[in-house]
């Protein structure tokens, strides 16, 4: 059994949630939910960054961050699958690269608000971090990657990642000028069962 430090509302976690379930390793893991506010969580033992999501295969060094968890269920299960390592390799890496900058980005505002007491913030760098994801969306928006069919590469989980964040954090405001994006996630959805099996409910 692999250990999987997370929490329920991790984006990041999603991802590993996901790619788990479409390599059929999901009964090979065991979700521990991990406080990133806590000290003594074990966590920033086998992290020291104090982040989430990190993987414990047994007997083995923890692994983080979810890039490298994917990389390695990905090779757990035979490899080349959500990493191909065709022609379309880097289109993928640079897809998840954009998913997770959507992330950063979103995670930082959601952060701005959760750290810092309100006369303390800073609403120019807050725009800062939103026009980073308005720019990333409307990107995506001109350009939807195509969905491939099969197992979804970990640039698509990334970006299915980042768009099931935005409706948790944001109210799901992208969705009123972003309909290509929408068509996109419910395509992915309809494809992924594990994206609706891992949607956070408070
Ligand atoms: N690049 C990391 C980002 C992980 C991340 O930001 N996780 C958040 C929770 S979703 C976290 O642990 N935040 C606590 C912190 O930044 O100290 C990954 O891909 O796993």
């Known amino acids: 059994m692999m250990i999987l430090r997370s929490s329920a509302a991790s984006p990041f976690g999603r991802k590993v949630r996901i790619a788990a379930s479409v390599l059929g390793l999901a009964d090979h893991i065991t979700i521990v939910q991990a406080d990133t506010g806590n000290p003594d969580d074990l966590l ?4 020291p960054l104090g982040k989430l999501p990190v993987q414990v295969p047994e007997n083995k060094m923890p692994l983080y961050d979810s890039r490298v968890i994917l990389e390695y269920l990905d090779s757990v299960a035979g490899g080349g699958k959500l990493f191909p390592t065709d022609a379309r390799r880097f289109e993928v890496l640079t897809l998840q690269a954009l998913g997770d900058g959507i992330l950063d980005a979103s995670i930082l505002r959601v952060y701005e608000v959760r750290m810092r007491a309100e006369e303390k913030r800073e609403p120019s760098w807050v725009a800062y971090q939103a026009d980073k994801v308005a720019r ?3 990107r995506l928006e ?6 491939t069919g099969g197992t979804p590469d970990a640039g698509r989980i990334a970006l299915a990642c980042a768009l099931g964040y935005q409706d948790l954090r944001f ?3 992208w969705r009123e000028n972003h309909p290509k994006l929408v068509a996109w996630l419910d395509a992915f ?14």
């Open 44 to 47: 920033r033992k086998e992290n």
């Open 142 to 147: 001109s350009q939807p990657p195509a969905l």
């Open 189 to 202: 959805a309809k494809a992924v069962p594990a994206f609706e099996e891992t949607r956070f409910r408070a």
């Open 171 to 173: 109210e799901g405001k």
């Open 136 to 138: 990333a969306l409307a």
